[in-house]
Every structure is written in structure tokens, then in C-alpha cells.
């Protein structure tokens, strides 16, 4: 097997992994790195300079890409399955989407599968701010006080597009919720995910639009309360972007969210997204 070497990066999240970009299709060497992104739920490839072939490739080594359908752009990266990530998008559905990754959020709401990975490549780094934040949610679960598990064990919350589109659109029209509910309607998922590999993390973030069962208030409160706790610092990375970087996140075990950055930063990354394997329920 090529030679490599992994870093924890902190207690709870988190690692750095030093290889040549040559090197991570070499037999072997994806697979320990699906287990160590099942581990350390971010794995941050600092100047691998990766292609995007290539990228596409490692991808498909990982499990399953997913095409890039409801991101799709026209472009020559899209039609390989990669989704440019900035924030120059004129079509206004891919504006928002981007738009709305400034929130926390865990990818695949609005499907009964969310995705069970993500790589980001960066292609040109901002000039200012447009980090990219990560909280690991099962580290989170451990760590809550008892009270605060026997409150939201076997809630059910609601997911929607619109909930996380009227953090940034205050006053949308009608059409425009029309069209966010086209895309993504209200979908219920567990609030507390019992994995089958007896982990639990939690299905909240900028999508949550409510707890069945509760007034819109109570459950709002509830759910930024969880959102609060699970991203305090004990919980997060915070990654910087540098040209060359890639990161790949297990994402039902996180949380994520860019830091704030304007269409004139500079900052565009590569994403491709790996098929998830397990359902909420």
C-alpha cells in the first residue's frame, strides 16, 4: 500500500491526511479512507491538487456518485457529475441553493436518504472570509445532558427547502414558495437518527422548519437549542481554504456550513457527492 499518513486534527473531529495525489487511487487506499472518514468525520487533503478526473474517480471508489441532477448547470464539470460552487450562479434556483449553504445544515434533507459523503476541491480560494464550518453531531448526542436526550427522543421534524430559503428571503412571493416547495416539500424525519451501527446523531439544521406535534414557537426553540449546542467549539472545525485543498465530509454525522463571502471574493469549489447507504428511518 502507498505510504500516507493521518493527523487527528482535534479530540472530537477531524483529520489531516498527507498523499501524493498520484497515490489515492492505489489499491487499497480508498477503502482506508472511507474508514477513516466513518472516524473522523472530515478528512482534509491540504494542496493535494487534485483533478477533477480524478476526483470524479476517488469518488466512485468511495461508494456510488451521485449525477448532478438538481444542480445541474450546463457546464463541462456538471455533465462529469461535479457542481460548481460559487456564488456568480445567474440562474436564480442555483443562486439560492448556493446561497443557502451560508446556514447549518446537513445535505439530503429532502430525501429518505441523505447522501454519505461529500468532496470539496478548491479551485480558487476567497479573499476574504468563505470558510467552511463543520460541528460532528455524534460527539454532540454524547456529550448532552440526559434531560435534554429524554426531551427529543422519538420527536419527528419536519425538513423543507423554504424553511432554510427564508433565513436570507424575508419576503418571498408566492411563487417563490411555490417553487421551493416543487423542489423540496416538507418531509418528516426522526429528529434523533439511530444509526445501524448503533451511533446517534441528530437530522436539524437550516432545513428544520418544525416538531410535529408542537406550536411553531416551542419547536423552533427546541430545534435552535439544538443547533447551539451541537456547534459549539468543542464540536467544530473550522477548515481555511487554500488553492488545492480537498475535504471530504461523512455527512450524516455532521453539520456544515460556509462562512459569509461575496460573488466578487473569488472563491469556487468542486463538489461531488457519494450515494448514501443507510435511511433516516
Known amino acids: 500500500m502507498s505510504t500516507f499518513e493521518i493527523q487527528p486534527i482535534t479530540d472530537q473531529i477531524g483529520a489531516q491526511v498527507f498523499i501524493q495525489p498520484e497515490r489515492l487511487l492505489d489499491e487499497g487506499v480508498p477503502e482506508v479512507m472511507l474508514e477513516a472518514l466513518n472516524q473522523y468525520a472530515v478528512l482534509v487533503f491540504p494542496g493535494l491538487f487534485l483533478d477533477d478526473d480524478s476526483m470524479v474517480a476517488f469518488s466512485n471508489r468511495i461508494g456510488d456518485m451521485e449525477a448532478a441532477t438538481v444542480t445541474a448547470d450546463g457546464s463541462?464539470?456538471?455533465?462529469?457529475?461535479?457542481?460548481?460552487?460559487?456564488?456568480?450562479?445567474?440562474?436564480?434556483?442555483?443562486?439560492?441553493?448556493?446561497?443557502?449553504?451560508?446556514?447549518?445544515?446537513?445535505?439530503?434533507?429532502?430525501?429518505?436518504?441523505?447522501?454519505?459523503?461529500?468532496?470539496?476541491?478548491?479551485?480558487?480560494?476567497?479573499?476574504?472570509?468563505?470558510?467552511?464550518?463543520?460541528?460532528?453531531?455524534?460527539?454532540?448526542?454524547?456529550?448532552?445532558?440526559?434531560?435534554?436526550?429524554?426531551?427529543?427522543?422519538?420527536?419527528?421534524?419536519?425538513?423543507?427547502?423554504?424553511?432554510?430559503?427564508?433565513?436570507?428571503?424575508?419576503?418571498?412571493?408566492?411563487?417563490?414558495?411555490?417553487?421551493?416547495?416543487?423542489?423540496?416539500?416538507?418531509t418528516p424525519h426522526p429528529l434523533v437518527w439511530r444509526m445501524r451501527d448503533g451511533r446517534i446523531s441528530l437530522v436539524i439544521g437550516a432545513t428544520a422548519c418544525g416538531i410535529e406535534g408542537m406550536e411553531q414557537a416551542e419547536g423552533d426553540a427546541l430545534l435552535q437549542e439544538l443547533v447551539d449546542w451541537c456547534t459549539q467549539d468543542a464540536f467544530t472545525y473550522r477548515h481555511s481554504w487554500s488553492k488545492g485543498d480537498l475535504v471530504v465530509f461523512n455527512n450524516p454525522l455532521l453539520l456544515h456550513r460556509s462562512q459569509p463571502y461575496g460573488p466578487d471574493s473569488g472563491r469556487q469549489l468542486h463538489r461531488t457527492t457519494v450515494k448514501g447507504v443507510e435511511p433516516f428511518n
Not at 114 to 138: H, M, Q, R, Y
Open 76 to 186: 463541462d464539470q456538471s455533465r462529469k457529475g461535479i457542481y460548481r460552487i460559487a456564488k456568480d450562479k445567474s440562474e436564480q434556483g442555483l443562486s439560492e441553493y448556493v446561497q443557502g449553504n451560508d446556514y447549518w445544515h446537513m445535505d439530503g434533507t429532502s430525501y429518505e436518504m441523505p447522501g454519505k459523503a461529500t468532496l470539496l476541491k478548491c479551485e480558487s480560494p476567497p479573499n476574504v472570509g468563505g470558510e467552511t464550518d463543520f460541528a460532528n453531531l455524534i460527539s454532540a448526542y454524547l456529550a448532552m445532558p440526559e434531560p435534554l436526550k429524554s426531551r427529543i427522543d422519538k420527536l419527528t421534524v419536519l425538513h423543507s427547502m423554504e424553511a432554510a430559503m427564508r433565513k436570507f428571503r424575508t419576503d418571498p412571493s408566492e411563487e417563490d414558495i411555490a417553487r421551493w416547495n416543487r423542489i423540496f416539500p416538507p
